[in-house]
């Protein structure tokens, strides 16, 4: 192991945590400089030997699309879940769907998943021992649960996938 | 603050406080735990982001100071926020709480609770 990468282990993390060190200070003197700096390298030190490998972003520009897509998908799902919990309680017909996932690993499954909850009227509950299905909870289903299956394949996973490369 | 400065400041906490208060009526009237779980992680979502937004404006505003820390809550909220209702839903799961009458697909808590893929749908 080369010195470099035994200061910094990991570097991205490293920047991330300075960063977050100097916003909440919410200031850039040079004294919080340096005290982010000694987080930034001992926290990865300290941390590196619990990493475990995650699959890389292939595509990090395809990242603000998504995001954006998904805050707009955040506004919409906060109107309809509005609109229906001041409407009449009898309309809501809850429900199970389980989603076959294409997707195996951990972190496009965590992006997925959370995408999944913050969005129209789902909240994932489950996952499937060997990462094949998504059990989500819907608010209010539709007659056919294949809508719901292909709103999160077609909308979301598949732009995931798109996003991590796999 | 000019009259625009605060009327950006004072929609914000509106918009902000109608959601939030729309989360909390539905934690109260929805009828089963599941479908309460949706009211909270979403409502509040926007609902504390635009109050956040609201206090960021108001600082930008009065002290002419970014500050930053906001976005900051307003991420962190956002990480956490689909986590804690994933195990919420997951530990409802396993203690079996009880849903109300026509919940769709039902047999999917079964399997569920073992983490296994779902059986074929067996018409009875």
């Known amino acids: 192991m080369s010195m470099a990468s035994r200061i910094f282990p990991m570097p991205l993390h490293s920047v991330m945590l300075l960063i977050v060190w100097l916003m909440l200070n919410n200031s850039f003197s040079l004294g919080h400089i340096i005290l982010g700096s000694v987080v930034g ?19 990090p520009l395809k990242l603000i699309p998504y995001t954006l897509m998904v805050i707009k998908d955040v506004l919409v799902a906060n109107l309809e879940v509005a609109l229906l919990v001041i409407g009449p309680m009898n309309r ?17 499954i965590t992006v997925l998943t959370s995408t999944v909850t913050m969005t129209p009227g789902t909240v994932s509950a489950e ?40 | 603050m000019s009259f625009i400065q605060e009327l950006v400041v004072t929609i914000l906490l509106v918009i902000g406080g109608i959601f939030v208060l729309v989360g909390s009526i539905g934690l109260m009237r929805l009828r089963d735990f599941y479908a309460r779980l949706h009211a909270p992680t979403k409502a509040t979502t926007v609902g504390l982001g635009s109050l956040l937004f609201a206090s960021m404006f108001y600082q ?16 962190f909220l956002v990480i956490t926020a689909p ?28 399997t569920a609770r073992d983490q296994q893929p779902p059986k074929k749908e067996t018409r009875s």
């Open chain 1, 41 to 59: 390298i001992v926290i990865p030190i300290v941390c590196a030997p619990l990493r475990i490998p995650q699959p890389v972003i292939k595509r």
């Open chain 1, 92 to 108: 809501i017909k809850p429900g199970f769907v389980a989603v076959p996932l294409d997707l195996d690993e951990h972190l496009p």
């Open chain 1, 127 to 166: 996952l499937s021992e060997d990462k094949s299905y998504l059990y989500v909870h819907v608010l209010n289903m539709p007659d056919d649960e294949n809508e719901i299956i292909d709103l999160i394949k077609g909308r979301y996973e598949a732009r995931v996938k798109e996003i991590f490369g796999c």
């Open chain 2, 60 to 75: 930008l505003f009065t002290q002419g100071k970014f500050s930053i820390s906001e976005l900051l809550i307003t991420l």
């Open chain 2, 83 to 110: 986590v804690v209702a994933h195990m919420l839903a997951k530990v409802a799961m396993h203690y079996q709480v009880s849903t109300i009458k026509g919940t769709k697909n039902l047999h999917h808590v079964k």
